[in-house]
């Protein structure tokens, strides 16, 4: 009865797992607890489109599980971005050293080990220990800022109407000192021009504008917004070997910056939707993105972020990008955005309350049923390295769940010396071309330009108002000087003046 159900399983997993086009490879299926090798669970490339979700409690597994989906990506060509918020990815660039563990595991699995490290680029928001990131004003456009600023109705039109005006003025739109100098032209010298094309605005919306742009500012966002923009296409590139370019976006520095986080995560993925082809049917994804600690970007999403973040998800596949959250809990992630993630994988979960155990029994519900396995007991009890997984298989349907311990990284565990990670960075075809800020004539310089005209123009027409005052006084003197009155005042005046200094005269006799 035992083999039966063994050879049950293995006939499953085999029929489930087995696929016609490309796959890879990420761990061994187990049954009981244990693993059987040789029974290798694959993931179907044509679906990596499709998102996912890499999810666990701490210390379980699930950042490995992620190096090593992204390795075995990168060995098929195809470009990964990684966000690696505690900065422990950077391995991926070196070999593996070796283990006794490791090699216990791929014995298990029945795979060999061949330690390899990976073409990797590293970014950074704020340009620490990685090249600089940077977009303009201009490429969030109104919406996306109206977004990120959390304004009401009222103040998102408001900020349409200054990117049209800006627009329409020729005004490059940089940075936000670009975005504050507008707003400062439009309720100064420039009120009047404005009101007559475009109609009044309240000073109080532009003030509360104004106050959410220097918040956003004082997380950082200000280095963030500039120039040279990244360009899309320098994510997707191979190396000379064909091997698919994994670039690590490190934000260890912007962890307790959760504007600035979501600032970039919504204009990066904006952008690609924006300016990638519709894909069809390739076969391949274009590129693969994980979202390391995935609950930081929804956790202080606004509703209307959340709904921005939701509609891109749904959408961007069609464009052969794949987006896969990495998180502790399921539960972290919006349930809209849940329903889009085609592949699991799933580490131990931990129930310390009865929040937790509800947990663990919402997440056993989303996975597809089993006669081999309980997930919600399971949950409770994988190993280190161990996880439920199912992906999408032929014709877009769930594959049959599987306990799967996962293959080993064949890249370091562990992160570089800060000498191996300069070193990546000195060899940077990316980093000499982003490195240095370009700080072109834009709005900022232009209307600051403008306004010192203005306040030149505005001092000339008071000092010629005063000059012209001056004149009609002295006319006036002149006139009453001149006259017979004036006259007769200024003799008995002169005369006063004489008395008073004791200087007197005497007429003449003859």
Do not use: C
Not at 211 to 231: C, H, M, N, T, W
Not at 437 to 461: G, N
Request: hydrophobic residues 40%; without cysteine.
């Amino acid at each position: 009865m035992q083999d039966e159900r063994k050879q049950s399983f293995i006939d499953t997993i085999q029929k489930g797992y087995t696929f016609e086009d490309e796959s890879f490879i990420i761990g061994g299926a187990m049954l009981d607890g244990e693993t059987i090798p040789g029974l290798f669970v694959r993931v179907p490339l044509k679906t990596m489109n499709r998102h996912g979700l890499i999810a666990g409690a701490t210390g379980t597994g699930k950042t490995k599980s992620l190096q090593v989906i992204a390795e075995q990506l990168s060995d098929m060509g195809v470009p990964v971005l990684l966000m690696d918020i505690k900065g422990d990815l950077s391995g991926l660039a070196k070999p593996s050293p070796g283990h006794p563990k490791i090699d216990e595991r791929m014995e298990k699995i029945g795979l060999p080990f061949t330690p390899k490290g990976y073409p990797v680029e590293f970014f950074s928001l704020t340009g620490k220990e990685g090249i600089p990131l940077r977009a303009t004003v201009s490429e969030f456009g109104p919406i996306l800022m109206s977004r990120i600023l959390d304004l009401n109705d009222t103040q998102s039109g408001i900020m349409a109407v200054l990117f049209k005006y800006a627009d329409d003025t020729e005004l490059p739109l940089v940075d936000l000192k670009d975005m504050k100098e507008l707003m400062r032209w439009v309720m100064g010298p420039g009120r009047k021009e404005f009101q007559e094309t475009y109609g009044r605005v309240s000073s109080a919306s532009m003030g509360a504008i104004l106050r959410k742009i220097v918040e956003l500012e004082q997380q950082g966002a200000d280095v963030f917004f500039g120039e040279p923009s990244l360009e899309i296409d320098d994510l997707m590139r191979v190396d000379d070997e064909g091997r698919g370019i994994i670039n690590i976006i490190r934000l260890t520095d912007i962890q307790d910056k959760p504007k600035l986080f979501s600032t970039f995560m919504l204009q990066l993925l904006a952008e690609l939707y924006a300016k990638m082809p519709e894909q069809g049917d390739t076969g391949r994804p274009e590129l693969v993105f994980f979202i390391d600690e995935a609950h930081l970007i929804f956790k202080n999403a606004t509703p209307v972020l959340l709904e921005e973040i939701e509609t891109i998800v749904k959408l961007i596949r069609s464009k052969g990008i794949g987006i896969y959250f990495v998180t502790q809990n399921p539960r972290d992630i919006p349930d809209a955005v849940l329903s889009q993630l085609g592949m699991k994988v799933q580490h131990a979960l931990r129930a310390f309350t009865a929040k937790d155990r509800k947990n663990i029994k919402l997440t056993a519900e989303n996975f597809p049923l089993s006669p081999f396995y309980k997930p919600d007991k399971l949950l409770l009890n994988l190993g280190i390295g161990e996880a439920l997984f199912t992906a999408l298989g032929r014709k877009g349907r769930p594959t049959p769940l599987v306990q799967v311990m996962m293959r080993a990284p064949q890249s370091r565990m562990d992160v570089l010396t800060p000498s191996e990670l300069n070193e990546i960075l000195h060899k940077s075809t990316l980093r000499r071309k982003y490195a240095k800020p370009v700080d072109k004539e834009s709005a900022y310089e232009i209307l600051k330009e403008k306004i010192k005209r203005a306040q030149k123009e505005i001092e000339a027409e008071k000092e010629k108002k005063k000059k012209s005052r001056s004149r009609r006084e002295k006319s006036t003197f002149e006139k009453i000087v001149s006259s017979s009155v004036g006259r007769t005042i200024i003799r008995e005046v002169t005369r006063s003046l004489l008395g008073v200094l004791g200087i007197g005269y005497r007429r003449r006799r003859y």
